[in-house]
């Protein structure tokens, strides 16, 4: 009945234009020499080549969190909160405490 039985309701999740690695040629590459630069490790012991690497994935993981959360946060809580689901101002209030711990002044 209304349950969660079809997926129709999310495929507009999948499949979303303009994201992903086939769409950029360079992030393959990117990808590529990322992957061997930590493989460089146990060839080379640690080395500048492993120290860009780990620098550059942990940077885009973090990136890519951050964004995958602040979308979140717009996408299911302030749209529906701003859109009359008046129910979702608790939780969306007690979501965005979480991020004050990074703000000491706060």
Do not use: E
Not at 42 to 67: E, M, T, W
């Amino acid at each position: 009945m209304g349950g969660l039985s079809s997926g129709a309701q999310y495929d507009h999740l999948l499949n979303r234009p303009g994201r992903g690695l086939g769409d950029d040629g360079c992030a393959i590459q990117r990808a590529t020499a990322c992957i061997f630069g930590m493989w460089s490790l146990p060839l080379y012991k640690d080395n500048p080549v492993y120290r860009v690497s780990q620098a550059v994935f942990v940077g885009s993981c973090a990136g890519h969190a951050i964004g995958v959360a602040i979308g979140n946060i717009k996408n299911y809580g302030l749209v529906p909160l701003f859109g009359g689901k008046v129910d979702l101002i608790v939780p969306v209030a007690l979501g965005l405490l979480l991020y004050t711990r990074f703000f000491p002044a706060v």
